[in-house]
């Protein structure tokens, strides 16, 4: 008796803990590497199992000579197995700093538009636990806490698309040998071998140093655990020690040194989940954050950070948004349709011609703001209609409803699940 297929077995296994009945189509992402060789042959066992219906994608960055080449030869594969195939052209990126990394996003842009296209819920990815164990080797060497060192996701979201990895627990060389038995050689890409690039440099150092993949991707997601119990823990005391206040957030005074005292990693956590969720910046660098968590406090002076307010006040410590670090004005749709601004506010009313929705700023003078019990600060970053000669309409959160509802995207205790990087 033949052994089990480990790739259409992972395939199968991730499926099923999200969906009780598999989908009805689902995309993969072939490079034409091995890993993601392996992976079509797996997914098209698996499909023709359940019955789903799959079709490949290839992203061409445009940073080879031999790229495009490379993307027929996996169409070619594809029409000889009967896989529908597209080729997804990236022609925005140029040599320089960061070159993976802005690869990476323009990769995943591609593969959501690609999806949403097709009508695919589901995108799945070649990322093995050697990818897991270099992404964690690379964390050891820049000095990151455990969010940097946790293995990536099986599930990633990315608007309305789920990118799965279900080879997370199989290693490269394994895949190797699914290849191997089948009679396939894949594509090497020439970069692999190019140590300019950090995860390059890491795999030969891994190698050198005979380090086993597939335990340090044990490692990873024992981190992972941990990293998801820390962050069930930040949850919890945010349902305790911070109010949610029309888009500002309080956190508790008392709250503040007992945390600091006892559970500073967790007072950290809440300080940055709530810089994240109000002004949505990337990451402030350890030593401002340092710099914040010793100064925080009912009596601090007001300081800016990552787009955000801070300042001590008798009810506690409030998070604003800061003016300045606002989004511009958008054009409000003229048939009344909502939209969103700042990436927190879904804003919607009467249409007009050149209306636009902006920060309230020092037009906060022109409204009622006193009788809202929000400060003044907050209320200048808050969302105003203007008609197109500058003229205000409204500024709902400052007393000025004039028929536009203003509501939050999403409340901050649901931006406090635990996730984890992309990955390359």
Same mark, same amino acid.
């Given at each position: 008796?033949?052994?089990?297929d480990p790739g259409k077995a992972a395939?199968?296994?991730?499926?099923?803990?999200?969906?009780?009945?598999?989908?009805?189509?689902?995309?993969?992402?072939?490079?034409?590497?091995?890993?993601?060789?392996?992976?079509?042959?797996?997914?098209?066992?698996?499909?023709? &199992?359940?019955?789903?219906?799959?079709?490949?994608?290839?992203?061409?960055?445009?940073?080879?000579?031999?790229?495009?080449?490379?993307?027929?030869?996996?169409?070619?594969?594809?029409?000889?197995?009967?896989?529908?195939?597209?080729?997804?052209?990236?022609?925005?990126?140029?040599?320089?700093?960061?070159?993976?990394?802005?690869?990476?996003?323009?990769?995943?842009?591609?593969?959501v538009r690609w999806a949403k296209a097709?009508?695919?819920?589901?995108?799945?990815?070649?990322?093995?636990?050697?990818?897991?164990?270099?992404?964690?080797?690379?964390?050891?060497?820049?000095?990151?806490?455990?969010?940097?060192?946790?293995?990536?996701?099986?599930?990633?979201?990315?608007?309305?698309?789920?990118?799965?990895?279900?080879?997370?627990?199989?290693?490269?060389?394994?895949?190797?040998?699914?290849?191997?038995?089948?009679?396939?050689?894949?594509?090497?890409?020439?970069?692999?071998?190019?140590?300019?690039?950090?995860?390059?440099?890491?795999?030969?150092?891994?190698?050198?140093?005979?380090?086993?993949?597939?335990?340090?991707?044990?490692?990873?997601?024992?981190?992972?655990?941990?990293?998801?119990?820390?962050?069930?823990?930040?949850?919890?005391?945010? %349902?305790?020690?911070?109010?949610?206040?029309?888009?500002?957030?309080?956190?508790?005074?008392?709250?503040?040194?007992?945390?600091?005292?006892?559970?500073? @990693?967790? %007072?950290?956590?809440?300080?940055?989940?709530?810089?994240?969720?109000?002004?949505?910046?990337?990451?402030?660098?350890?030593?401002?954050?340092?710099?914040?968590?010793?100064?925080? !406090?009912?009596?601090? &002076?007001?300081?800016? %950070?990552?787009?955000?307010?801070?300042?001590?006040?008798?009810?506690?410590?409030?998070?604003?948004? @800061?003016?300045?670090?606002? &989004?511009?004005?958008?054009?409000?749709?003229?048939?009344?349709?909502?939209?969103?601004?700042?990436?927190?506010?879904?804003?919607?009313?009467?249409?007009?011609? !050149?209306?636009?929705? !902006?920060?309230?700023?020092?037009?906060?003078?022109?409204?009622?703001?006193?009788?809202?019990?929000?400060?003044?600060?907050?209320?200048?970053?808050?969302?105003?209609?203007?008609?197109?000669?500058?003229?205000?309409?409204?500024?709902?959160?400052?007393?000025? &409803?004039?028929?536009?509802?203003l509501r939050l995207a999403r409340p901050?205790?649901?931006?406090?699940?635990?996730?984890?990087?992309?990955?390359?």
């Open positions: 008796m033949a052994a089990p395939i199968d296994r991730l499926i099923r803990s999200r969906y009780d009945t598999p989908p009805s189509a689902i995309g993969i992402a072939v490079s034409g590497g091995g890993d993601s060789t392996a992976l079509l042959l797996a997914a098209l066992d698996w499909a023709k &199992a359940t019955g789903t219906a799959i079709t490949a994608a290839t992203v061409d960055h445009g940073l080879r000579a031999g790229s495009a080449e490379e993307a027929t030869q996996v169409a070619a594969l594809c029409g000889r197995l009967g896989i529908g195939h597209s080729t997804l052209t990236v022609d925005t990126l140029i040599d320089g700093p960061a070159l993976q990394a802005r690869a990476r996003d323009a990769r995943y842009a591609a593969l097709a009508n695919l819920p589901v995108v799945l990815l070649g990322h093995t636990a050697d990818d897991v164990a270099e992404t964690l080797v690379m964390g050891l060497r820049r000095g990151v806490g455990i969010d940097g060192l946790a293995a990536i996701p099986e599930w990633r979201d990315i608007g309305p698309v789920v990118f799965g990895r279900p080879f997370l627990d199989l290693t490269r060389a394994a895949l190797r040998e699914m290849l191997d038995a089948r009679g396939i050689t894949a594509i090497e890409d020439p970069s692999n071998d190019d140590e300019r690039f950090e995860r390059v440099a890491v795999r030969k150092a891994m190698a050198t140093l005979d380090l086993d993949p597939l335990m340090l991707a044990r490692s990873a997601a024992r981190l992972r655990e941990a990293r998801q119990s820390l962050a069930r823990r930040t949850a919890d005391l945010a %349902l305790r020690v911070v109010t949610e206040d029309r888009g500002d957030l309080i956190l508790a005074p008392d709250a503040v040194e007992d945390l600091r005292t006892r559970e500073p @990693e967790q %007072l950290r956590r809440l300080i940055l989940a709530a810089l994240a969720w109000i002004g949505g910046a990337a990451m402030p660098r350890d030593a401002e954050q340092s710099r914040l968590l010793a100064a925080i !406090g009912p009596d601090m &002076a007001a300081v800016t %950070l990552a787009g955000c307010l801070i300042r001590g006040t008798a009810e506690g410590i409030c998070f604003a948004r @800061e003016t300045s670090a606002c &989004a511009g004005p958008m054009v409000l749709p003229a048939t009344g349709k909502g939209v969103l601004w700042d990436g927190r506010w879904r804003i919607a009313g009467p249409g007009g011609k !050149g209306r636009t929705v !902006g920060a309230l700023g020092d037009d906060v003078t022109k409204v009622p703001w006193r009788n809202t019990g929000l400060p003044r600060w907050s209320l200048m970053s808050s969302p105003a209609v203007r008609a197109a000669d500058g003229t205000l309409i409204s500024a709902p959160l400052a007393g000025l &409803a004039a028929g536009y509802d901050f205790s649901a931006t406090l699940r635990p996730c984890g990087p992309l990955g390359d």
